[in-house]
């Protein structure tokens, strides 16, 4: 009898718990946001063709993240990017603006972080562009002096022409987020990215030197690559490369992370491969990172490899066949 008693109630708690079960979040809901960058100055009409490009080979799914260039001393890139931003949103993408404080390689024109500190910018430049992206309205990743722990800018700290500091650059880079949070551009959000170094002595942590804070950061992110036989350079796994960074964030922030530059040379391993396995484990281990933005670029011209997914052949299938996915399907 007492069992019977109990059956009676069991399907009304059946329904209950599944009602229940159906408001709790599940793994599978997560997803991971795709980006694309090619090499098309940024106010020229052929990067709309370029994302069109882009879409086509990756079987109509268009990229929720797209890169533009804007370059402080360029006259053709400096102002904010208006047009192209509008278009990219038009499209259902967040524009990822590489903010580039210089001029040219050699000068330290707007390089020089405590003039940007200092405010020497602010009337001229600086304010203006933010209001203009204030004015755009839509979400703006801002990705300002990249790769700042290099030799690769004259920004960069190890590049010693310009005699920048790291305590300079933190704080060129606070005075611009206050800047930016004056003027209302909530719009915009600041993405402070490293290179990949490795770091083999222990307790070394080769990024929080560099990091302005978690007040002053909505992403966090880095470039990496996988030269394969280039240069001296050997066959990386992607699960090689994402350990070299992962660790090391997880011990000074809990912000969001996005990979904002990523590739593979061709040679020295399987591409498709490559893609496939590594964007799967990042999906798999790496929660915390929620976009994948690959660097569609040949730059064999540079010395480079040619990390674009037009070689081999079967790249731009393996990439469709991550965008195709749920998983893969994120928006920021």
Not at 88 to 109: L, N, Q, S, T
Not at 185 to 198: D, E, Y
Request: hydrophobic share 40%.
């Amino acid at each position: 009898m007492r069992l019977r008693r109990s059956l009676v109630g069991l399907p009304i708690l059946l329904v209950f718990a599944a009602t229940l079960v159906g408001t709790v979040p599940v793994e599978a809901a997560r997803k991971v946001t795709l980006g694309v960058t090619v090499d098309a100055p940024v106010y020229d009409p052929s990067e709309e063709s370029s994302f069109n490009d882009v879409t086509a080979h990756v079987g109509g799914i268009a990229p929720r993240i797209w890169t533009l260039f804007s370059k402080w001393g360029a006259s053709d890139t400096k102002n904010f990017p208006m047009s192209a931003a509008s278009w990219v949103g038009d499209r259902g993408a967040v524009p990822m603006i590489f903010w580039e404080p210089y001029k040219d390689v050699d000068h330290c024109d707007f390089a020089d972080f405590d003039k940007i500190a200092d405010g020497d910018y602010d009337a001229s430049y600086v304010r203006p562009w933010a209001q203009a992206a204030a004015a755009y309205g839509g979400k703006v990743l801002l990705r300002f002096a990249h790769e700042i722990n290099g030799a690769f800018f004259p920004w960069g700290i190890k590049n010693k022409l310009c005699d920048n500091t790291i305590a300079e650059y933190k704080r060129a880079w606070k005075h611009l987020f206050s800047v930016f949070k004056s003027e209302g551009a909530t719009n915009v959000k600041f993405l402070w990215t490293v290179s990949r170094k490795g770091c083999k002595t222990r307790g070394c942590n080769p990024y929080e030197a560099y990091y302005p804070g978690n007040a002053y950061v909505h992403y966090v992110g880095f470039s990496a690559f996988n030269w394969g036989r280039h240069s001296g350079h050997r066959w990386e796994p992607l699960s090689k490369i994402i350990n070299d960074v992962m660790p090391y964030f997880k011990k000074f922030t809990k912000k969001p992370v996005i990979i904002a530059e990523l590739a593979s040379n061709k040679v020295g391993g399987n591409k498709p491969r490559w893609l496939r396995d590594g964007y799967n484990m990042v999906y798999q281990r790496w929660p915390q990172i929620k976009a994948i933005v690959y660097l569609n670029v040949d730059l064999s011209s540079i010395g480079h490899p040619d990390w674009s997914l037009a070689t081999p052949s079967g790249a731009y299938p393996a990439y469709q066949s991550l965008a195709s996915k749920a998983k893969f399907k994120g928006r920021l």
